[in-house]
């Protein structure tokens, strides 16, 4: 059944009455922010709703599907594989309304939290009170928690800690029609039933909307400290972080990035390495105050095969490191005005044949690959800059991307280790056919209407 492709005065009346004056916006120059997000593809919506509790989420979810109007739930905007996107005229539903921690138990070692809070806020409150949430986003000063859990972000401690998925105990969402779900609970142990919870971690707005969170800490770490490691190519460096699991050091995160990145990094700013150097480990660690140093001791002897390093021990002087890592995403502009990203996962033992073939890939349409990445999980941002002013410039990276995608397959990957489908990957390269219909079954079961952010996920 087709979609409504305007919203009348009465509907626009029945809106305003279901989320107030305030939670409405009909102004085209308003609403431009919320047609796209961090992917920048354009879509088109006749209003952005913003709720500010469940109740309202219910009446609006309810009305909705009544009314056959397409919603696109969304969180801070940042997703990069166009989850956000209104690929079908529609109303976006902003969760920033709803944006408040409702309780940290340093005893239950649980939070609940509405999904609109801001990443980097919720951690800076749970480790005023000695606890941590790990999953970390290098876009979370940006996101919100409910955007993190419904793409199942991943981050740079991810290698020792896991993702989103591991820290949801569970969470309410509303489902079209308007009825309230509540899956999970507090305990960090639960076998009873489905867990319906991981339907919604990743389910990129596809299944409901989610209104309330239940996350899971752990004790945080009392030190750290980071190592910033130079190699003469990526093979050496890849072999040495080999040679640091086989002798059963755990870090807490370990990043690579390949000759491309240092070259742009070397382009754009000041760096402490020799022009020996062509690639980059950055690592880190964990632990108490009387374990860090000698952690810290057994990696550098796993180390000795580096050209150069340089440590840091204790939150500013690690950042000093990670600042590195985290120019690479603006440097690489100097490569093209536009670009194509990619975060494909292969297993951790192909990582290097895999950044080999995709530079390779890049190559042969005369491309270069920014490759850089959670190299402790086999996680690969595989990025491809171009100017989209100069058509065969683009026409070389679109065909260059197809191929990336391609070849994560052939090795046994995933098309997204960490941002999602959202209406930029087709999953129909990596899922097989049944257990994809099975998905489309099962999203059918919680949204017969197809309302929630059409053409977008699996
Ligand atoms: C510079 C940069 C760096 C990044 N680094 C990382 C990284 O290291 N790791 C990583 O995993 N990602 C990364 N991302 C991608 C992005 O930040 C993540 O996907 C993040 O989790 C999105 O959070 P958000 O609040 O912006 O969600 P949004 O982008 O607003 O939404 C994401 C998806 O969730 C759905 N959604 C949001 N809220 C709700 C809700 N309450 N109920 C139902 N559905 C909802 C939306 O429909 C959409 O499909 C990066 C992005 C940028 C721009």
């Known amino acids: 059944m087709a979609y409504a492709s305007a919203l009348t005065e009465i509907q626009q009346r029945e809106l305003v009455q279901i989320v107030g004056e305030d939670g409405v916006i009909f102004d085209p120059a308003a609403m431009r922010v919320y047609a796209s997000d961090a992917s920048n593809i354009k879509g088109k919506i006749f209003a952005v709703a913003r709720p500010t509790s469940t109740a309202q989420v219910q009446e609006f979810m309810r009305w909705a599907d009544a009314e056959r109007v397409a919603v696109h739930p969304r969180g801070r905007g940042t997703s990069l594989s166009g989850g956000c996107v209104p690929t ?46 790990p999953p970390d986003p290098a876009s979370g000063k940006a996101t919100s928690l409910g955007g993190n859990v419904c793409t199942c972000a991943g981050g740079m401690r991810a290698v020792k800690y896991g993702v989103t998925r591991d820290y949801v105990l569970g969470c309410e969402v509303v489902l079209p029609g308007g009825k309230l779900m509540k899956f999970g ?14 339907f919604i971690v990743g389910s990129e707005g596809t299944l409901g909307i989610v209104t309330k ?12 400290a980071s190592v910033l490691v130079g190699y003469a190519s990526l093979d050496d460096a890849l072999r040495s972080m080999a040679k640091v699991f086989a002798a059963g050091i755990l870090p807490a995160a370990v990043e690579f990035m390949n000759e491309t990145v240092l070259e742009i990094l070397v382009k ?11 690639s980059l480990l950055l690592f880190q660690i964990d632990g108490s105050l009387e374990t860090i140093g000698l952690e810290n001791a057994r990696l550098a002897r796993q180390l000795d095969d580096a050209l150069w390093k340089l440590e840091g021990v204790g939150k500013t002087e690690e950042d000093k490191l990670w ?19 990619g975060d494909m996962a292969v297993p951790r033992g192909k990582l290097l044949a895999a950044v080999r073939r995709f530079e390779e890939i890049a190559a042969n349409n005369g491309k270069r690959l920014i490759g ?10 595989a990025n491809l800059h171009y100017d989209a002013s100069d058509p065969d410039d683009a026409k070389r990276t679109v065909k260059a991307h197809h191929e990336l995608d391609d070849a994560v397959i052939a090795f046994g990957g995933s098309l997204s280790g960490e941002h999602g489908a959202g209406c930029l990957k087709d999953p129909g390269l ?26 977008k996920g699996y």
């Open 323 to 341: 600042a590195y890592r985290r120019r690479v995403t603006s440097s690489s502009y100097v490569l093209g005005p536009d670009r194509i990203g």
């Open 88 to 133: 079908v005229p529609g109303i976006v539903l902003s969760m920033l309304g709803m944006d408040k921690i409702l309780e940290i138990s340093p005893t239950d070692f649980v939070a609940e939290v509405e999904p609109g809070v801001n990443t980097a806020a919720f951690q800076a409150a749970v480790e005023k009170m000695g606890l941590m949430f």
């Open 268 to 278: 754009t700013g000041a760096c402490p390495w020799p022009d020996a150097v062509k």
């Open 372 to 381: 850089f990445g959670h190299a402790g999980d086999g996680n690969i941002h």
């Open 213 to 224: 969170l239940i996350l899971k800490l752990i004790p945080k770490p009392e030190s750290s």
């Open 430 to 455: 990596q899922l097989g056919r049944d257990e994809h219909e099975l998905m489309r079954r099962i999203r059918k079961l919680f949204d017969p209407g197809a309302i929630l952010n059409p053409q």
């Open 185 to 198: 609970g507090r305990t960090q142990k639960d076998v009873i039933g489905l867990d319906l919870t991981r």
